[in-house]
């Protein structure tokens, strides 16, 4: 058995939480541990937020940035995850402020939902997150078809 430590330290599972006063949310204590102090939050797809070390921020704003200036869908993913980006540090209970414009891009309310992707985390409106998981519920099969499609023809 191989041993990887990506795997080791992946960021799983899904956790609510409420929303605070000033749009402050407590990251769940488990994602903290994995993730570090040192945090940028982004607008994410689906009208979710992404929140990443400042480490795999690093990772994923060079594959953007090192595109060409020329081409439109790299100007496009820039603005949208680049533009929106800021720093946020956990207080000592662990909770960080959203800024309003990702507050509202993300349709947060009462309660958000965290969900721990591997490499990143994803905060979601808990109404948004139900929709979101009907529609995979409902779709699984056919999207898992297609990434079986995708991987075949990028092996192949």
Avoid at 14 to 19: G, L
Avoid at 32 to 40: A, F, M, P, T, V
Avoid at 83 to 101: F, L
Avoid at 126 to 134: A, D, P, V
Wanted: net charge negative; aromatic share 8%.
């Amino acid at each position: 058995m191989v041993k990887d430590d990506r795997i080791k330290n992946m960021i799983i599972g899904e956790y609510k939480s409420k929303v605070g006063e000033k749009k402050r949310i407590a990251i769940p204590k488990k994602f903290r541990n994995e993730i570090g102090n040192k945090l940028i939050l982004t607008r994410g797809y689906e009208n979710c937020l992404v929140l990443v070390s400042e480490d795999q921020w690093k990772g994923i704003a060079s594959e953007v940035l090192n595109g060409s200036f020329i081409n439109r869908d790299i100007r496009d993913t820039s603005r949208f995850l680049v533009g929106s980006a800021t720093e946020v540090e956990p207080d000592a209970q662990g909770r960080i402020v959203i800024p309003q414009p990702l507050y509202e891009h993300a349709h947060l309310e009462d309660e958000v939902t965290f969900l721990g992707l591997g490499n990143w985390i994803e905060i979601w409106s808990s109404q948004e997150w139900e929709k979101r998981l009907s529609y995979l519920q409902e779709n699984g099969d056919q999207i898992a078809q297609e990434i079986t499609k995708l991987n075949s023809k990028n092996n192949g």
